[in-house]
């Protein structure tokens, strides 16, 4: 994760839940496809990587019950100071390149049987050869769970911004391969989640850059950008529109 990402998201962790719960139905329905798509069990030993503030890591924890504490692992220790106090969770300051490569080392467990990387791995600079390294920390049935949104989105965005998040953006193709040479056994799926949000509401999220990419433009951009937003939204107080979100899966292959 380069220095200004960093401080993008030290600057957001106070506000950042606000600005993501808008739908608690949201965060419900996103975590209920994370459980489903690993087949998250009790016993299993979890690590979200990227976990931010824990937004969907708690439902998780609810709803699966882990006997361990979830791995909650970012690199910003902003973000990880709103982790709620909970024995369920175990905030790990560290990034993925970190527990990828051994700069710092899983906490109470040789091996994990479920990774998560939900929207976290487009921040990863060398990504092969993180995946590869997470991949060798995985137990013989062990699970990896890339979830990223492709580079064609339907957010209510101002036009620079959907392009310049288009040019940052890998695709999925690419990040399947990439699980796949590092071992593991490759799917993807894609599922969608129908949003409903204020306008206003969404202008002050726009206002503090909720997502990492408004965090690319300089204040007279985002003015702009929002001033552009107001025009092509004029007449919808309420915005509707579809997240479509890759779900890329590895797991251990027997023997």
């Known amino acids: ?28 329905r996103f975590s209920d496809a994370i459980v489903d798509s690993l087949r998250l069990t009790r016993s299993d030993v979890i690590a979200d990587i990227g976990c931010g503030t824990g937004l969907y890591t708690r439902r998780l924890c609810r709803d699966v019950e882990p006997e361990k504490p979830v791995l909650c692992v970012d690199p910003v220790s902003a973000m990880l100071d709103r982790l709620p106090p ?11 390149e970190d527990l990828a490569t051994g700069r710092v080392e899983l906490p109470d467990a040789d091996r994990v049987d479920a990774i998560i990387l939900k929207e976290s791995l487009h921040h990863v600079a060398s990504r092969e050869e993180t995946l590869a390294g997470l991949a060798g920390l995985l137990s013989r049935h062990g699970r990896l769970l890339v979830v990223m949104l492709p580079r064609t989105i339907h957010h209510p965005l101002f036009r620079e911004a959907h392009e310049r998040f288009a040019q940052l ?25 129908h949003t409903a949000i204020d306008r206003e509401r ?17 204040d007279d951009e985002l003015r702009a950008g929002i001033d552009q937003f107001r025009h092509a939204y004029r007449n919808d107080p309420v915005l509707r529109f579809d997240d479509h979100f890759a779900f890329i899966k590895g797991w251990v292959k027997p023997g």
């Open 1 to 28: 994760m380069s220095d200004q990402t960093v401080e993008h998201y030290e600057r957001v962790a106070a506000d950042y839940d606000e600005h993501w719960s808008y739908d608690p139905d949201y965060v419900r």
């Open 169 to 193: 953006q890998p695709e999925p193709a690419e990040i399947v391969d990439m699980v796949s040479a590092a071992g593991l056994r490759a799917s993807v799926s894609y599922r969608t989640f």
């Open 86 to 96: 909970s024995a369920r969770m175990r905030p790990v300051v560290a990034s993925a």
């Open 202 to 218: 969404y202008v002050r999220m726009l206002e503090a850059r909720y997502m990492s990419v408004l965090g690319e433009f300089s």
